[in-house]
C-alpha cells in the first residue's frame, strides 16, 4: 500500500512542478513580450542582469538558429522518451526524489519552450546576465534539472 501512495505522491509532485515551470515561464515570457521590444534591453543592475529581448530561432543558447521544424520534432520525442523512462523505471524500482525532480523540471522546461516554437516560430528570450547567452526560466528548469540528474549519477564515492 505505502507503494502506490509513494507513486501517486511522485506523479502529483512531477505535474505540479511540470505545471508550476509552464506556467511561470508563459507568463514571464509574456510579460516581457508586451514589455520590450525585440532586442531592448532593460538594466536591473547594470553590467550584471538586464531583462533582454530576443527571439531566438536556434536551440539553447541560441545554437543552430533557423533550422525549423527539427526544433520541434526533437523535443517532442524528447519529452515522450523522458515520460516513458519515468514510467519504465517505476515500474521496476523506485525512483529518488531528486530524479523525478530533474525529470520534471526538464520536461517544463521543455514544453515551455515547445510551446512558443510551435505558436510563435522561435523561443522568446529575455534574462541577460551579459556573460551567458540571454536565456529564459524554461533554459534554467532545463538546465538544473539537468544538473539534479547528473548529481544523483555520481557514485557517492565520488561526491
Request: aromatic share 12%; hydrophobic share 55%; glycine share 6%.
Amino acid at each position: 500500500m505505502k507503494s502506490s501512495v509513494r507513486f501517486q505522491f511522485d506523479i502529483v509532485l512531477s505535474l505540479l512542478t511540470v505545471a508550476f515551470i509552464i506556467i511561470t515561464d508563459r507568463l514571464s515570457k509574456i510579460y516581457f513580450a508586451k514589455f520590450l521590444s525585440e532586442g531592448e534591453s532593460l538594466p536591473i543592475i547594470r553590467n550584471v542582469l538586464h531583462m533582454t529581448l530576443v527571439h531566438n530561432t536556434g536551440i539553447a543558447f541560441g545554437l543552430f538558429k533557423d533550422h525549423g521544424i527539427i526544433f520541434i520534432i526533437i523535443p517532442i520525442v524528447f519529452v515522450i522518451l523522458l515520460v516513458i523512462n519515468i514510467y519504465y523505471y517505476k515500474k521496476t524500482q523506485s525512483l529518488s526524489l531528486p530524479y523525478i525532480l530533474g525529470f520534471s523540471l526538464i520536461i517544463g522546461g521543455a514544453v515551455g519552450n515547445l510551446v512558443d516554437r510551435i505558436t510563435l516560430g522561435y523561443v522568446i528570450d529575455f534574462v541577460d546576465i551579459r556573460i551567458w547567452p540571454v536565456f529564459n526560466i524554461a533554459d534554467s528548469a532545463i538546465t538544473i534539472g539537468a544538473v539534479i540528474i547528473l548529481l544523483q549519477c555520481i557514485p557517492l564515492s565520488a561526491k
